[in-house]
């Protein structure tokens, strides 16, 4: 079975061309090699999936034709204990460590402006 047709079904992807778009750019290593769109990928394989800061490892346990639904698709799969603990890791930083401009929308306003001159004049 194709990778990018492999990470749609599983549903790491929402379109089966962005799944190939992510393997084309390199956000996918297929057992630590990176892989075009139609290389087959078998049962026992290893995936390594980058999506933005997020990093998954996945060990293939079934193949599926078709896109079925999230609880089925998580029996194609196995996410490797290491990966877990690095995702849940990240969460709780994210949580405690919220990045500074994350509450802040579009441009600031005529006060805000006002408050970050002050700040940097200061």
């Known amino acids: 079975m194709r990778v990018d047709k492999w ?6 992807y929402k379109t089966r061309s962005l799944a190939s778009d ?13 892989v075009k769109p ?12 980058r999506a933005g800061d997020e990093e998954r490892e996945l060990i293939v346990k ?8 999230a609880p089925e698709a998580q029996l194609l799969y196995e996410e490797t204990a290491e990966s877990l603990c690095r995702r849940t890791r990240a969460a709780e930083l994210r949580k405690l460590a ?3 401009t994350a509450d802040q929308k579009g441009r600031p306003t005529k006060r805000d402006r ?5 700040l940097h004049e200061s």
């Open 7 to 12: 990470l749609w079904a599983a549903r790491c």
């Open 22 to 34: 992510a393997v084309d750019g390199g956000k996918v290593k297929l057992n630590g090699s990176s």
């Open 38 to 49: 139609a290389k087959e990928v078998k049962i026992g394989d290893c995936l390594r999936i």
């Open 62 to 69: 079934g193949l599926n034709e078709q896109r079925r639904p």
């Open 98 to 100: 919220p990045t500074p």
């Open 114 to 118: 006002r408050q970050l001159n002050r």
